[in-house]
């Protein structure tokens, strides 16, 4: 088997990983999510390594500002996308209080609702509501509870919470967002694909075998086919 494999060390991983994020396949499904970018004012939460923010500048977006509560994940965006339109800062969402109320026309939140502590996911939408302009969008990604997307997803073994169509939607309802669209995506290649992730590159350190096949597999079922791993939520104010 090793025979497939190029010896990479971690930081070409990182390398690889920063150019090819916006080009995967659920990330692809969250940019579709989002729709027109171009003019406005976004807070994206839980910013990662900075690829949403890139996207945004580069589509027009008045000014985005990407959160997270990682050090690390912010030194790499702030290295990666420079821009005077786009704004780093460490910050978390059950507290947003450096953002005036109503300031907002689009708020970002790919998995990261999942990550919040168990019972938090109100007041957590509560800061995100205040700060929304009205008529303005929230987009969620977060794992869908289907049967196979839990059992073939190793984290959910450590307590990576899943949501249903209907428990995410009564989160969002109660604190007071209008639902506009549902979708699912994702089905066996994307969870064979993150399988092979955890253990070839998080241990071995080596690129995923089949890479390109297994992404254009992934576009599929993201993009073409309704799946069930990942479930997308677009709420208005």
């Known amino acids: 088997v090793v025979f497939f494999f190029k010896q990479k060390t971690a930081y070409e991983i990182y390398q690889c990983d920063w150019s090819s994020d916006v080009c995967s396949s659920d990330l692809k499904k969250c940019v579709d999510f989002c729709g027109e970018v171009r003019g406005k004012k976004i807070l994206n939460i839980g910013c990662y390594n900075g690829w949403f923010e890139k996207f945004a500048i580069e589509n027009g977006c008045v000014k985005v500002i990407?959160?997270?509560?990682?050090?690390?994940?912010?030194?790499?965006?702030?290295s990666q996308v420079k821009s005077e339109n786009v704004r780093f800062l460490r910050a978390s969402v059950l507290d947003l209080a450096q953002f005036g109320d109503n300031y907002f026309d689009l708020i970002t939140m790919f998995d990261v609702i999942e990550h919040i502590s168990k019972n938090m996911?109100?007041?957590?939408l509560l800061e995100v509501k205040r700060v929304l302009k009205h008529g303005g969008s929230v987009i969620v990604s977060t794992p869908n509870n289907s049967f196979f997307s839990e059992i073939l997803d190793p984290a959910w073994y450590f307590g990576h919470r899943h949501y249903s169509e209907y428990s995410i939607t009564r989160i969002l309802s109660k604190v007071g967002f209008k639902i506009e669209k549902i979708d699912y995506g994702g089905s066996f290649y994307e969870l064979f694909s993150m399988i092979l992730l955890y253990i070839l590159k998080w241990i071995f350190r080596r690129e995923i075998i089949f890479k390109d096949w297994f992404d254009r597999k992934r576009d599929n079922e993201y993009l073409k086919k309704r799946g069930f791993v990942t479930l997308f939520v677009r709420t208005i104010k």
């Open 121 to 124: 996911e109100e007041k957590c």
């Open 66 to 78: 990407g959160i997270d509560t990682d050090e690390d994940n912010l030194c790499i965006a702030k």
